[in-house]
């Protein structure tokens, strides 16, 4: 029999993934509790310490973290048809059972404009590898009265280099 806190905990992280119409409701609360919304987006194709480290950053700017999870053709659409390894779900699981997470948003759009829109965070984090150029959601999050926070990464922690290095034990 399994474990029941196991399980329980494992509902719970799956509780937390929500469609956007649910999260507009559920965000909208929270602001009018005063809390700030902080939102990051990403493939999370295989979770690395990495990503840990920056949800526990995003997390420290506001009360609330929203994260972003591409769906599997979108991730298709810019990785390559190799990728993604894990599904959607999976993915959104995964991040959700962090706890730094307090919701995860699957989303099929080539980038996070969409949801950031409707959602309107008060702050929304990307790593400090992006360039302003390169991050169409910086202009919705600005319009809205947001603010854009890019967090330092430490080199070696990308989905890449662990892919690269099972190939090269394997290959």
Do not use: C
């Not at 979108?74 to 779900?89: M, W």
Request: hydrophobic share 35%.
């Amino acid at each position: 029999m399994p474990n029941r806190k196991k399980v329980l905990r494992h509902r719970l992280a799956r509780n937390k993934i929500k469609k956007l119409a649910k999260l507009r409701r559920i965000v909208a609360r929270h602001k009018k509790q005063g809390q700030r919304i902080v939102t990051t987006n990403g493939t999370y194709d295989l979770l690395h310490v990495g990503h840990i480290r920056t949800f526990e950053r995003a997390k420290k700017l506001g009360d609330v973290l929203i994260v972003g999870v591409n769906s599997d053709a979108s991730v298709r659409a810019y990785k390559g048809p190799k990728r993604p390894i894990l599904s959607e779900q999976e993915r959104a699981e995964l991040v959700a059972a962090l706890e730094s997470v307090d919701y995860v948003l699957i989303f099929s759009e080539p980038n996070p404009v969409k949801w950031l829109t409707a959602l309107q965070p008060h702050v929304h984090v990307k790593g400090g590898d992006w360039q302003k150029k390169n991050m169409p959601e910086w202009e919705p999050v600005e319009r809205h009265g947001g603010k854009m926070v890019r967090v330092p990464i430490r080199k070696g922690y990308s989905t890449t280099n662990i892919i690269q290095k099972i190939l090269e034990a394997h290959g």
